[in-house]
């Protein structure tokens, strides 16, 4: 059964750089066939996608306002996803969760899709 584990959540002042992974395991096809998203949800908000990649061919797509302070990237080697995230702002506070889908040309668009699998998510506080 797949499987999604995020780490690397914590406490940082504002500045502050945290990375995040995800790790993935239990999927039916090969890691390369897939798309993973990061996606936060702070309370009382709505979950909002972050970035997301398409791991065949490496592509990715960012929130606009994470564009230039978050970078997604992947060991396709280690079935992982991260997350490097710099500049960290409190409006950055979250759970963050990833998620994966399978895609059927493995080199599709990553974004506006829907998700299959989903990790538990990992908090993110970031204080002023």
């Known amino acids: 059964e797949a499987q999604l584990v995020e780490s690397g959540g914590g406490l940082v002042q504002a500045g502050g750089s945290l990375r995040l992974s995800c790790a993935a395991s239990?999927?039916?096809?090969?890691?390369?066939?897939?798309?993973i998203g990061w996606f936060r949800q702070a309370p009382g908000k709505e979950r909002e996608a972050v970035a997301c990649?398409?791991?065949?061919?490496?592509?990715?797509s960012y929130l606009d306002s994470v564009k230039g302070r978050f970078t997604i990237s992947s060991d396709n080697a280690r079935n992982t996803v991260y997350l490097q995230m710099n500049s960290l702002t409190p409006e950055d506070t979250a759970v963050y969760y990833c998620?994966?889908?399978?895609?059927?040309?493995?080199?599709?668009?990553?974004?506006?899709?829907?998700?299959?699998?989903w990790g538990q998510g990992t908090q993110v506080t970031v204080s002023s």
């Open positions: 239990g999927f039916t096809f090969d890691f390369d066939e897939y798309a």
């Open positions: 990649i398409t791991l065949s061919i490496g592509s990715t």
């Open positions: 998620a994966a889908d399978h895609l059927y040309y493995k080199t599709s668009d990553c974004g506006f899709r829907l998700y299959d699998y």
